[in-house]
């Protein structure tokens, strides 16, 4: 099926030689129908610049475009994809720059150069935590980007979106509640990619907030790191090297907690009392 007068994803990927390579965490997405649900689901992109991670044979990228993406930038390392790209780029002219490297290599904010961008993307698995947690945690705040919309497996989306008290609830979800207001837009089953994982997949949709809690980035990951790390222990032993006993009394915390029953507004005092 085609939606916009280019070849159906599955010609492109044989007449190219792409099979996804379980190195780089490929799982291309061929349906165009969920990849126009998650162009959708980014909102209005008429007046955006979009940042795609991995685009691969280009589905999504088709569908950003399609969906009227005003230009869209695709950082793509796997050298096979860019011929399939670069077609897409001469359906589409002057709206796809493609970028042949490595998006951990990459300077986002460089990108936007000072316009709020999108980020969209079917992440890479092996890579889309590390991604997620460096956009989290930009030094500039309000962030260079205007929102993300992006593919996990579903383990993953849960502990983006997870509250206090749930088995779910990480230094993942203490960041991203901390900076974003996150939520599961919906789940994409196995049979849609190529080849199907072996879990379920989710869109997360992520706004950064205007003010969140004062804190220093670098102190409140550490905390979190350290609270987490040891999740069954007390807090006044996870974080004994930080002060343990005496930093919990000093900011209104019964050390015997657990890092799970901490909100974020606590996780906030801890690193600003560090």
């Given at each position: 099926?085609?939606?916009?007068?280019l070849?159906?994803?599955?010609?492109?990927?044989d007449?190219?030689?792409?099979?996804?390579?379980?190195?780089?965490?490929?799982n291309f997405?061929?349906?165009l129908?969920?990849t126009?649900?998650?162009?959708?689901?980014?909102?209005d992109l008429t007046?955006?610049t979009?940042?795609e991670i991995?685009?691969?044979?280009?589905?999504?990228?088709?569908?950003?475009?399609?969906?009227?993406?005003?230009?869209?930038i695709?950082?793509?390392?796997?050298?096979?994809?860019?011929?399939?790209?670069t077609?897409i780029?001469?359906?589409?002219?002057?709206r796809?720059?493609i970028?042949a490297g490595?998006?951990?290599?990459t300077d986002?904010?460089?990108?936007a150069?000072?316009e709020?961008?999108?980020i969209?993307?079917?992440?890479?698995?092996?890579?889309?935590?590390?991604?997620?947690?460096?956009?989290?945690?930009?030094?500039e705040?309000?962030?260079?980007?205007?929102?993300?919309?992006?593919?996990?497996?579903?383990?993953?989306?849960?502990r983006i979106?997870?509250?206090p008290?749930?088995?779910a609830?990480?230094r993942?979800?203490?960041l991203?509640?901390?900076?974003?207001?996150a939520?599961?837009a919906?789940?994409?089953?196995?049979?849609?990619?190529?080849p199907?994982p072996?879990v379920?997949?989710s869109?997360?949709h992520?706004?950064?907030?205007?003010?969140?809690?004062?804190?220093?980035?670098?102190?409140?990951?550490?905390v979190?790191e350290?609270?987490?790390?040891?999740?069954?222990?007390?807090l006044?032993?996870?974080?004994k090297?930080?002060?343990?006993?005496?930093?919990?009394t000093?900011v209104?915390?019964?050390?015997?907690?657990r890092?799970?029953?901490?909100d974020?507004?606590e996780?906030?005092?801890?690193?600003?009392?560090?």
């Open positions: 099926m085609s939606i916009d007068g070849p159906p994803l599955r010609d492109v990927i007449r190219h030689g792409l099979q996804a390579k379980k190195a780089l965490g490929q997405l061929l349906d129908n969920l126009g649900k998650v162009a959708r689901a980014a909102g007046h955006s979009v940042i991995g685009p691969g044979p280009g589905g999504l990228t088709r569908a950003l475009l399609f969906n009227g993406a005003r230009r869209v695709a950082i793509e390392r796997d050298e096979r994809c860019l011929g399939a790209l077609e780029a001469d359906h589409y002219p002057d796809l720059q970028i490595d998006a951990l290599k986002f904010a460089a990108l150069d000072g709020p961008v999108r969209v993307a079917n992440l890479p698995y092996n890579i889309g935590t590390e991604l997620l947690v460096r956009w989290l945690t930009v030094a705040w309000p962030p260079f980007y205007a929102s993300m919309t992006l593919m996990f497996q579903r383990e993953v989306a849960e979106v997870a509250k008290g749930s088995s609830y990480g993942l979800g203490v991203a509640g901390w900076r974003c207001e939520r599961i919906f789940d994409v089953p196995p049979q849609a990619f190529t199907p072996k379920t997949s869109v997360v992520l706004v950064p907030r205007a003010n969140p809690l004062a804190a220093d980035v670098k102190t409140l990951g550490r979190t350290a609270a987490f790390g040891q999740r069954r222990k007390m006044r032993q996870s974080l090297s930080m002060g343990g006993e005496a930093l919990l000093r209104g915390i019964d050390p015997t907690r890092a799970e029953t901490l974020i507004e996780f906030v005092r801890l690193a600003n009392a560090v």
